[in-house]
Every structure is written in C-alpha cells, then in structure tokens.
C-alpha cells in the first residue's frame, strides 16, 4: 500500500507533484487541533507552514507518522520533543528565504531613508508635499550589521554595492571573510554604536541578543540614526524604540518582526509619533521563497520515505543505544565544556580539538564529540542540534581534531576542548568526579571544580584581600543573589593572577560587568550561561 502524506496551510502546488512520486498527497486548509486528530492517523507524513499547530495530542494520534516538514525555517508550532520521543523525523528548510529576507531588509532601508510609505500615503491623499518628503541618500554613508550569516551576507554585498561604508560586528567569524565582502570587522560594540549612520540586525534571539538594542545601546548610538530590524522579535525594546524615535535619537526605524506577532493592538510602536515602518513578517513572503521551500522539504519527506535520508532534519528520532549508553553521563558535560569554551573566546572559529582521557577511551566517543559541536556552536547560532552540529561545522571549514589519551590522570573520565580562533586559544576541561557529578574542573591554566550553573561570573582579577568583596557588593547593589563562590588559581601558585568563579540566581547585564571592570585589580569581567541537564538524557535523544 502507498504511502499517504497531509498537505496543509496552503502550500505551492509543486509540493504535490514531487510527493506523489513515493505517495498519495492530499492537501487541505490549516485544520484545528481537533480535527487534525480525527485524520492524521491515517498519513504516514506531514507538511505544513506556520499555521498548523502540531501540539502532543496530534502526534499521540498519528500513529503511522514517519516525518513531518515544515516549510520554512522556524519549527515552533511542532512539538519536537514529542516528535523526537516519538520516533518522528522533523525537517524544515533553512536556505530556502535567505535571498528574500535579505532583499526585504534592503527595501526597508530604502523605504525609511526616502520616506516612500509616507509620500505613497501623502499623494494617494491628493497632496503633492515634497519638501515634506525629502530623503537621506545612503551612498557614502556607514551601515552596520550586527552578524554576518547567510542574509547579512547578502545585505552586507548590496549595501557594498551602492556605496555604503559597512562595518560588522560578529564576534564568531573571521576578519579574513568580512574583508572579503568588503566591509570591515569590529572587536567590539563600543566600536560600533556610535559611529554607524544606519544599522541592520541580522543575529538570531538568544540569551546574549535579547533586547541587545535597548534604552543604554540607543543612547550610545550616533544622533540620527536609522534601524531595521527583520531577524527576530525581542532583539529590539520596542518601548525603548518608540521613546528613542520620539526623542530623535534615532531618525528612523524600519521594522518586520515583533516580539509578539501577530502585533499585539497595545504595542508601543503602533502610538509612535515619529518615522516608523512596519510590515508584517513579509521577509519570507515572496513567490520564489515559497516555491524554494516548498520544493526543498517535499524532496527531503519524499526521499525519507523512500529509505533514504534527509538534509535539514532538527531532531533525533533514531536511537543508537549501542554508542549512547557508555558515554551518555558525559554528554550534557560536554555539550557545557564547548559551550564555555566558545563563551570565554573572542573572533572567527579556526580549529575545535576535542580530546577523550580515561575510561572514555574504551568507547566510541563519537557523541561526545557532536556533544561539544553542540555546545561550541549554538552559543551563537539557532536551531542547532546534534544532527546538524558536525554539518555546520564542515559548512564554515572548521578543522575538527580528536585525541585519545587511556591514561586515568586526575579523574576516572575527563574532557578537554581547545578552541583555536584567529584571536587566541582558549581550553577548557570537564570531568565526573566522586558519585558521577560533572564539574567544570579547568578553565586554560586556572585549576577548579565548577558546577554546571545556569549563571556564571568569571572575574580575573589580582590576587590579594578585599577583591571577593569588591565584586560581591556591586552584585549585592544590583540585587543579585550568589549561589557559590570559587577562586581559581594556577597549580601550585600563591598571589598573581587568580580568577573569580561566581554562581548567581539570574543573568548578570552588561552594565554590571562593566561596573566591575571599573574596579582596581579586576581584569575582565564575563557573564557566561551553561545548561544543567535538569532532565537526564535519555535514549530518545540519541545520535543519528
């Protein structure tokens, strides 16, 4: 009996026509929960857009499910950790839109700069104001892009090619791939905020971007300035914007994502008395990108059924207990030890050593390594998971190195990832010490025993009285609370250098770390975020 696929939220056509060469397709509109339960245990896969919600109930009914595509980039309206349990591949299409995400961007620079929503409006109304709607030429002037992934790419070579200076700020690529673009690389924010004409964002929403433009960064930009904004919602205060647009802080904003979309009606931004331009997450939304999507997940759903493999999966739906059971207590440990490591680094990836020491060498330590994959690259990228980790990593020409060392050292089973970038090398190991704890236990030279904690403040610092509670109070002032305290020193070394350790309940801000820079004898000061694994990693989170 032939296969049959689901085919909802209005979907181009084209996806029938590659379908129906392994199965029978029936399309149909976005259906509710409800109604989608009735039906789905009868398809052997899914496609949808954004609209269809595939929530637990769906997937406890379809019992025959083998895949589920989604086409487009985001996969927030499936339950991946139901599908993941469930046996179920989870594919998108994470190319498909990069040409139309960066062509919008483009055109909402050029709309703000020449005031075009407002002269459309104006002479529809039957006026003639031109005086009223003169523009701002971008030629010569300086935009900066916060990242540089595949739309700012684009971005970045457009805004090249019509004259613009371009500066980036992306602290995990190369100066070598800026230049090549022509545009050049800053090392750092306070490079950047006051010297850009109009800046772009192109970075996705984590921890370290979240309302990354906000009342002190907009304060710190140059006077005039004009933002656009089609990566995601939340990377922008939008009660910050409206205040700095009002203000005339900043001349004009330009924006097609939300922190909640639909827009919610009580959004600050829609009472702006000021440039503004808003369209409605249009960056995807162009025929082409949705033929591209279209066509990349039906291929990937036709080849999965036909026994091959697919390209883009996001989950782990197979399991390999084979290679996870010997190893799989170290695989949060070493998910947080790439993590760290890519957190204390500065500038472009050139090489991840990965080295193995102890009882782990008895085993295939693979998922060790796509473990720390994981943890190195997600500190800056989305949706990377323990498929796609070895991927990016060969995509951006990563050298990956494996050692072995059967030797015992310190601890039963240890981990150590050297993390070589065009800024420096920078090694951290984690090991299971006493009753199968994973610590933190050496951070380059700085011997330790660090819990794996949410939120970590490490300080270098001079190592003399009084410098603990230096720091303590500014966290104190900030009301902060602290979990744990360590200090680190090199082995077998009394005054220098030491190094701060410092465990709290909640995210430490960058104006508290720069607070404590301020300090005498205090060197550096970093907020990093590790991952406890709350939950043990069971075999349905297993490698492919």
């Known amino acids: 009996m032939k296969p049959k696929i689901l085919v909802t939220d209005k979907i181009n056509k084209v996806a029938g026509d590659i379908l129906s060469e392994v199965a029978d397709v029936d399309f149909k509109e976005t259906l509710p929960e409800d109604r989608l339960c009735e039906i789905i245990g009868q398809y052997d896969a899914l496609m949808v857009r954004s609209q269809t919600k595939v929530t637990p109930k769906v997937l406890e009914c379809a019992k025959r499910m083998k895949i589920i595509g989604r086409a487009g980039v985001g996969v927030d309206n499936i339950n991946l950790e139901e599908a993941t349990n469930r046996g179920v591949i989870v594919v998108n299409s994470p190319e498909g839109n990069t040409a139309a995400a960066a062509e919008h961007t483009v055109a909402l620079l050029l709309s703000m700069a020449r005031n075009i929503p407002q002269a459309d409006l104006s002479i529809k109304q039957g006026k003639w104001e031109r005086s009223k709607f003169t523009g701002t030429e971008v030629f010569n002037k300086t935009l900066g892009s916060i990242g540089l992934g595949k739309i700012g790419s684009r971005v970045v070579k457009a805004a090249v090619a019509m004259g613009m200076k371009v500066i980036v700020y992306d602290p995990y690529v190369t ?40 009342r002190n960064t907009i304060n710190r930009m140059k006077k005039g300035v004009m933002l656009v904004n089609c990566a995601r919602g939340g990377i ?8 700095g647009i009002e203000s005339g802080q900043i001349a004009a904003a330009a924006l097609d994502v939300f922190e ?4 919610d009606p009580n959004n600050p931004l829609l009472t702006t008395n000021g440039h503004l331009v808003m369209t409605p997450h249009l960056g995807a939304s162009t025929e082409e990108a949705q033929l591209k999507v279209a066509v990349d997940v039906a291929e990937q759903i036709r080849d999965v059924l036909a026994g091959k493999s697919a390209k883009s999966a996001v989950n782990i739906p197979y399991l390999r207990a084979d290679l996870l059971e010997p190893v799989k207590e170290y695989m949060n440990l070493a998910e947080n030890v790439g993590l760290l490591a890519r957190q204390i680094s500065e500038g472009g ?22 473990a720390v994959l994981k943890g190195v690259l997600s500190h800056n990228l989305e949706d990377v998971n323990y498929v796609n ?35 420096g090398i920078q090694t951290v ?20 025993s660090l819990e794996i904690a949410e939120h970590i403040l490490v300080a270098p610092h001079h190592d003399k009285p009084g410098m603990i509670a230096k720091v303590s109070t500014i966290l104190g002032n900030n009301n902060i609370n602290i979990r744990m305290m ?24 960058d104006e508290i770390l720069d607070e404590m820079k301020q300090v005498e004898g205090i060197f550096d000061a970093r907020y990093i975020y590790l991952r406890p694994d709350k939950t043990s990693l069971s075999l349905q989170h297993s490698m492919v």
């Open 349 to 370: 990836i050139k090489s991840i050593e990965i080295a193995t020491r102890g009882k782990l060498t008895q085993y295939d330590t693979t998922p060790v390594k796509v």
């Open 175 to 214: 100066r070598e791939r800026v230049e090549e673009l022509g545009a050049s690389l800053v090392k750092s924010l306070d490079e950047f905020w006051g010297v850009c004409d109009f800046i772009t964002i192109h970075t996705p929403k984590t921890r370290e971007t979240a309302y990354l433009i906000n």
């Open 486 to 509: 360590v200090v680190a020193r090199k082995e077998d070394t009394v005054g220098g250098e030491s190094t701060m350790i410092i465990t709290t309940d909640e995210h430490i801000w």
């Open 236 to 243: 922008v205060d939008e009660e910050a914007l409206k205040e």
């Open 389 to 423: 980790a070895p991927i990016i990593a060969k995509q951006n020409g990563f050298e990956v190195i494996e050692a072995r060392s059967e030797q015992l050292g310190s601890y039963a089973g240890s981990i150590t990832v050297k993390l070589n970038t065009d800024s």
């Open 260 to 263: 909640k979309e639909p827009i």
């Open 429 to 448: 190991s984690g090991a299971m010490i006493a009753d199968k704890t994973p610590r933190i236990v050496r951070i380059n030279e700085y011997v330790t």
